[in-house]
């Protein structure tokens, strides 16, 4: 489902990566493992379409990403892929339900209002679709933010750092929080992440030097 082959990045000349290679199932959950500095925030950005590579190739579900064209990638990134950033990166001026709305029209699709609100009722957020996100404790903006990765049933989740401010027990329920979606949409799971609590949990694994 997701495949990597000799992916290879350059900044300049004294930032450079090589990255190995990856071949992940749908269903499946892995981890990317590395400390700052690793490139492991830069393959994440590669895998989501928003780097090209120097060299190798990425494929999604049988899409070679270097094959697309700007406007063809935003349309296949909006309709296969969920990015749950680091930080939520909402638009404060819309509603929880409204940035919702917004990843549906970006992926080419209508807001499907019913849909939004089933999704936020199943995160245990139902009641905060029409609040602000700047009105949400951390927990509940990250609760959306899966939500927003979501809305389109993508084929491949990518979770940047989302355990990175947690305690252990909010680390535990977040994972168990994006496993459970990932399985209810048969989708790939990657978490990106310097966290070294999820090695316990999670068997598949490429840790970055």
Not at 68 to 89: T, W
Not at 125 to 151: D, M, T, V, Y
Request: hydrophobic fraction near 35%.
């Amino acid at each position: 489902m997701l495949k990597t082959h000799q992916l290879t990045f350059s900044y300049d000349r004294q930032n450079q990566f090589e990255f190995p290679d990856i071949n992940c199932q749908r269903g499946e959950t892995w981890l990317l493992l590395g400390q700052s500095g690793s490139g492991k925030t830069t393959m994440l950005h590669l895998l989501a379409g928003m780097l090209r590579p120097k060299e190798g190739t990425i494929e999604i579900n049988e899409t070679n990403l270097s094959k697309l064209s700007a406007s063809q990638l935003d349309r296949f990134r909006g309709n296969h892929l969920g990015i749950i950033f680091q930080k939520p990166h909402f638009l404060q001026a819309l509603t929880v339900g409204e940035n919702l709305g917004l990843a549906q029209k970006l992926a080419g699709q209508p807001v499907d209002n019913q849909q939004i609100k089933s999704l936020l009722e199943r995160l245990n957020i139902g009641a905060k679709i029409n609040q602000k996100p700047n009105r949400l404790s951390q927990g509940e903006q990250q609760r959306a933010s899966i939500a927003r990765a979501i809305i389109n049933q993508p084929d491949l989740i990518l979770a940047d750092e989302p355990t990175s401010a947690l305690d252990d027990t909010n680390t535990s329920e977040v994972l168990s929080l994006l496993e459970e979606q990932a399985k209810e949409l048969n989708a790939a799971l990657l978490i990106v992440t310097h966290d070294g609590r999820l090695k316990q949990f999670v068997d598949k694994q490429i840790e970055l030097s």
